[in-house]
């Protein structure tokens, strides 16, 4: 892993892509790393386009600015892809991860000639498949872990289910459908060749 | 040693509060410190602290209820922001002349108007003369070990004023990142009991609080205010002194980040700091000789400390994050400025305002900066000291 990872978030408000950049932020954290997770405020509605942030790093972090030259971009909205500049800055070294089923045509030429890799993932199937509801930012979540290696499976398993346990201890009836959409993810998001 | 944890700088205050378990707490929410009243509203509610929280109607409510508490001898904490401590504003300069510790902690946020809810320094700026202890902090570690301290500090006997605790709006009350925190009893010890020599329910020493102080008498009491600003300055780094030997974690007036052999340097506050001292870093690999100030202590201000910091520059660049619309400088630089031509300093200086109402500031911004200070210095002077950074159409 580089020394310090930069991936931003797209999503739409009422999404979760906040709470995913957070949870992202927790799951490195537990694995020794520093961290950073912070979303971009701006008049919050459900449906308006948002962005998150995380930085995470094996050393001390001092930089406070939003993230322009990101190693990885998450898209949690595929209707992003046509009213966002989703690739702005995004390093070719680095790649894209989206939440969609459109064909690879289509995604190439959505992202404007992007060279770096494009993954994708039909988060709404996997989240209505095991949690009977759309919650895209846990595909997601697993998604951007499988994509950057920020930890391997296993770990991100281990301590995912303790963050849920944390999370949801008022509906612990949730755990297991998130934790299974988890292990979905991580198997089906695919390179787009 | 310490408690390895993440937590955004909204929880790290709350978190201080919680350990302090200060007596009184009243305050009225405000984007972007709601969180922290909220978060120490629950642990009220499920009986982690003692305090009484004191849910009021309005900020000038909050600063009042806070004044009577700390009067009557309770220690006293609240949180704005922006709008927020304007509404206090009569208040907290009589808290300040009543000699009352009490602490607050302001996320910085844009004054309105027109409405803005994002970070710069107007509202802290604004209170800069009101007799306050003003510290700044860099990140959420900054803002909690200040707010652990700022007790002992301000109930100083040589001291006894007011203390707000900085932090940049959203950029740091709003991320999460990694925190020691100190354990629970090691917070206790270090705060101590407050004990206040006098108070106002004290019924073997009845006394009169903010009476009618006229020509005869107020100058001696203003006076007496500014002495004890001046006092602020020991006590701090005596209590950072005491803090460092808890936690390891040195503070002082000001942080110098890579200022031993620097030739130009930027001087600036809160979170800013932190992505100067990155982008010196770069600049550093390049062979550029990069520092940073960091100013913790805003009030009282080190003007000779500072001065004696900026003395071997070449050219210096003090960042202020509020304009003072006085066609002269921001507030920070024109502290700077003063302490340079009193010490017979004649380092070339400039002053930018920037990041108003969230305008992020980027690595790329501070470069821009330190590229225009290495001019300044082959040219050896300054053609115009008072300029803006990232902001459309004048750059």
Known sequence: MNKLVEIRWH??????????????ADAAFNTGKYIQGFPEYGPERMGAPITAYNRISDEPITVHSNIYEPDYVVVVDDTLLESVNVTAGLKESGAIVINTTKDDEYLKKALNGYNGAIYKIDARKISIDTLGK?????????????????????????DMIGSFKHKFAKKPEVIDGNMKALEVSLKEVKKVK | ??????????????????????????????????????????????????TEFVAVESEHSAMSACIGSEAAGARTMTAT????????????????????????????????GPLNIHNDHSDAMGARDSGWIQLFSE???????????????????????????????????????NIELIEDDKVKNFVGKYEPKHYLLNDKEPMAIGPLDL????????????????????????????FEKMTGRKYGLFEEYKMEDAEVAIVCMNSTAGTAK???????????????????????FPTTEVAEALKNLKAVA?????????????????????????????????????GIGGRDTKPDDLEKVYNDLLEIAKAGKVENPYRYLGVRGDN
């Open chain 1, 11 to 24: 999503g739409r408000g009422g999404q979760g892509a906040k709470t995913a950049s957070l949870l992202l």
């Open chain 1, 134 to 158: 759309y919650f895209p930012n846990t595909p997601m979540l697993a998604a951007i872990v499988k994509v950057s290696g920020i930890m391997s499976d296993e770990e991100f398993l281990n």
């Open chain 2, 1 to 50: 040693m310490g408690i390895r944890e993440r937590l955004s700088g909204n929880e790290a205050i709350a978190t201080a509060m919680k350990q302090i378990n200060p007596d009184v707490v009243a305050a009225f929410p405000i984007t972007p410190s709601t969180e922290i009243p909220q978060y120490f509203s629950t642990f009220v509610n499920n009986g982690t602290v003692d």
């Open chain 2, 81 to 112: 922001s922006a709008n927020g401590l304007s509404l206090m504003w009569e208040m907290i300069y009589i808290a300040s002349s009543l000699r009352l510790p009490i602490v607050m902690s302001l996320v910085n946020r844009a004054v309105s």
């Open chain 2, 139 to 177: 990140n959420n570690q900054e803002a909690y070990d200040n707010f652990i301290m700022a007790n002992r500090i301000a109930e100083h006997e040589d001291v006894l004023l007011p203390l707000m605790v900085c932090q940049d709006g959203f950029i740091t009350s709003h991320s999460i990142e």
């Open chain 2, 215 to 242: 020509q005869a008498y107020l100058f001696e009491h203003k006076r007496q205010q500014a002495e004890a600003m001046k006092n602020a300055k020991k006590v701090i780094l005596e209590v950072s002194k005491d």
């Open chain 2, 278 to 300: 990155f982008t010196a870093d770069k600049l550093r690999s390049n062979g550029i000789k990069a520092g940073v100030v960091k100013i913790r202590v805003f009030r009282p």
């Open chain 2, 318 to 354: 003090i960042l202020d994050k509020s304009d003072s619309l006085n066609a002269a400088g921001g507030a920070l630089y024109e502290d700077v400025v003063a302490g340079l031509y009193q010490g017979k300093l004649n380092v070339p200086a400039v002053n930018y305002i920037y």
